[in-house]
């Protein structure tokens, strides 16, 4: 999992599962709820899409190469530049 994925989870996954408010704003609105997560607003065009395991369905996510993101896309993710602080510095 690569660094970017990992804060990503670690910040969203990991409190919805330790939230349940949370996760289920992050079901109802999930482009809000990531945004109130990430401290950030996220970039106009960028579609969030939450789906929830349950006992007869599992989820299959294939990821993007987020290294071929510039810097911004990576900091509107998720707080913080690639190789520097969450400040953009």
Do not use: K, N, Q
Not at 14 to 20: F, G, I, T
Not at 42 to 53: A, F, K, R, S
């Amino acid at each position: 999992m690569s660094d970017v994925r990992s804060e990503l989870h670690s910040r969203v996954v990991e409190r919805a599962l330790a939230d349940p408010a949370f996760r289920a704003r992050l079901v109802e609105a999930p482009r809000d709820a990531l945004a109130e997560a990430l401290g950030t607003e996220l970039p106009p065009g960028l579609e969030v899409v939450v789906i929830e395991e349950r006992e007869d369905r599992i989820a299959i996510v294939l990821p993007v190469d987020l290294g071929g993101l510039g810097p911004d896309a990576v900091w509107a993710m998720t707080g913080r530049r690639p190789g520097g602080s969450g400040d953009g510095a």
